[in-house]
């Protein structure tokens, strides 16, 4: 499957364009934000498109809702403790499993999920997937996953750099033959220790995402976060869109 060049998804960079007025100081921690109507007139877009920017904000801890108060800056991520380094299609549904459907095959720029996770310099390549896990009755899940940058992983697990290289080229796989990232990470880790650190968090699904997924925009859903680390070097980072009604999902808790 070839990669294709850099495509910042809209979602995306209004995403960022928020969290830059944050890391400026123009929202600074402890700060509330506009009012959604306020807010989308500064920023010359819609409701709706603010809204999704909003929530993803808020689901990688830059951004908390406080009733009666509002959308206020964090002072800092939120770090909980829930990891399992296993592939998430393999995971769901108490072991029967997913099929892994590729919706993007893509380089773009870190975001700023992944520069805190990944420590990615502002104009890495970071390679990103989207793809959807589908089981017996339909979609149950949505993944992104990002890798480090090149010169990272050729440092740090070579292996995988090399695999994820091979897969760049590799031929439009068949409908639900694709593989996640983590797979290819674990394929190519048999003699390589890996450390992961996950989060748990409640949200909503979105429009975007629920379209992808079949579901409405106001669907509770569960994100899980991992970042998965040869040594001290981040070399993956995924979220991981649950929707109610998913299949169940076993959760090792870490100490």
């Known amino acids: 499957m070839a990669v294709s060049g850099h495509r910042r998804r809209p979602v995306v960079a209004l995403y960022e364009r928020i969290a830059d007025a944050v890391h400026d100081g123009t929202y600074p921690p402890g700060s509330t934000l506009p009012s959604e109507p306020r807010l989308a007139a500064e920023l010359g877009v819609s409701r709706p498109a603010l809204r999704e920017a909003l929530l993803l904000l808020q689901e990688d801890g830059l951004l908390t809702v406080r009733r009666g108060v509002g959308r206020t800056v964090n002072a800092r991520p939120p770090r909980r403790g829930f990891e399992h380094v296993q592939p ?4 769901i549904g108490g072991g029967t499993g997913a099929r892994v459907r590729a919706l993007v095959r893509t380089l773009e720029e870190p975001t700023d999920f992944t ?3 990944l420590l990615a310099p502002a104009r890495a390549e970071l390679r990103f997937w989207e793809s959807v896990l589908v089981g017996e009755a339909g979609p149950v899940a949505l993944c992104h996953e990002w890798a ?3 010169e990272v992983l050729d440092g740090a697990h070579p292996a995988f750099a090399a695999a994820l290289r091979a897969g760049d080229t590799a031929s439009e796989p068949a409908a639900g033959d694709a593989v996640s990232m983590l797979s290819v990470l674990l394929a190519a880790s048999r003699e390589v220790a890996l450390h992961a650190h996950s989060g748990i ?3 909503l699904l979105g429009r975007r995402r629920g379209e992808q997924l079949g579901r409405p925009a106001d ?4 994100l899980v976060t ?4 040869v040594g001290d070097t981040p070399v993956l980072a995924a979220k991981h869109m649950l929707p109610t009604g998913a299949p169940a999902l076993p959760v090792l808790q870490s100490h």
Do not use: K, M, S, Y
């Open 201 to 203: 968090t409640a949200t």
């Open 219 to 222: 669907t509770p859903a569960v």
């Open 148 to 150: 480090a940058a090149d």
């Open 115 to 117: 520069t805190q996770h």
């Open 88 to 91: 998430l299609e393999e995971l």
């Open 226 to 229: 991992q970042v998965v680390r």
